[in-house]
């Protein structure tokens, strides 16, 4: 079965620049969510979009931004990175009918800032 | 907002015995969805099992159930026969059943298993 893609699967990046991570969720699948694991923690909510608008904010900083495209990929745009920036970022997408509310992950943009 | 707690940072079992993490949350709503994710190494989050807070019944998949006990905000999981390949990092998760779809996370537990 078609997983959640997420790529690049691994990116580095200076201090100041700027990274876009790209996600491609499960073919009918609407919803897309954005997770940040730092080291040692937990997934932490960034923001989510449904049938293309967004739909829940989390704490993602001013300095990213985010959007779904029609064809319902979506990609997270990060500016001015900072080294606290570093860490596992998720993408899981969902279906909206009741069956389907599981998230399914993708497998994660591992970011490193230096 | 939703808290959910996970109060054991590490867990051990021999192999084939069973262990069982606990989940504690905190919420208002009366429906909400409870997960469990596994993360190994690799990093990638697995969905473990589910339970809908509007079933009484304790979901069960294969060698993981669980133990949701609504009034006292409780959600433990059970592995039973415990494997290698069980080791990993697993997270209790919440998510409302209102237009809020996030997960909450817990802090979680990582699970070593003994040969």
């Known amino acids: 079965a078609a997983g959640v893609i997420q790529s690049p699967r691994h990116l580095i990046k200076e201090k100041r620049e700027t990274a876009t991570l790209k996600c491609y969720p499960i073919?009918?699948?609407?919803?897309v969510y954005w997770y940040q694991q730092g080291p040692g923690q937990d997934p932490q909510f960034l923001i989510s979009?449904?049938?293309?608008?967004?739909?829940d904010k989390g704490s993602i900083p001013d300095r990213f931004s985010a959007q779904q495209f029609s064809d319902y990929h979506s990609e997270l745009n990060m500016s001015s990175l900072e080294l606290g920036d570093s860490a596992l970022y998720f993408c899981?997408?969902?279906?909206?009918?009741?069956?389907?509310?599981?998230?399914?992950f993708g497998p994660g943009t591992r970011l490193t800032v230096t | 907002a939703q808290t959910v707690t996970q109060s054991q940072p590490e867990m051990s079992v021999q192999e084939a015995e069973t262990v069982t993490l606990s989940c504690t949350y905190d919420?208002?709503?009366?429906?909400?969805?409870l997960f469990w994710y596994k993360q190994p190494p690799s990093r990638q989050m697995i969905l473990v099992i589910r339970q809908e807070a509007y079933k009484q019944q304790n979901a069960t998949e294969n060698r993981f159930s669980v133990n949701f006990q609504k009034a006292a905000k409780s959600f433990s999981l059970k592995i039973s026969d415990s494997q290698l390949g069980d080791a990993a990092m697993y997270f209790c998760a919440y998510r409302s059943s209102n237009n809020d779809y996030k997960l909450s996370f817990g802090a979680g537990t990582t699970v070593t298993v003994r040969a």
């Open positions: 919420t208002s709503e009366s429906d909400y969805y």
């Open positions: 899981a997408s969902s279906g909206r009918d009741r069956v389907s509310y599981e998230q399914y």
């Open positions: 073919p009918r699948h609407d919803t």
């Open positions: 979009f449904y049938e293309k608008m967004q739909s």
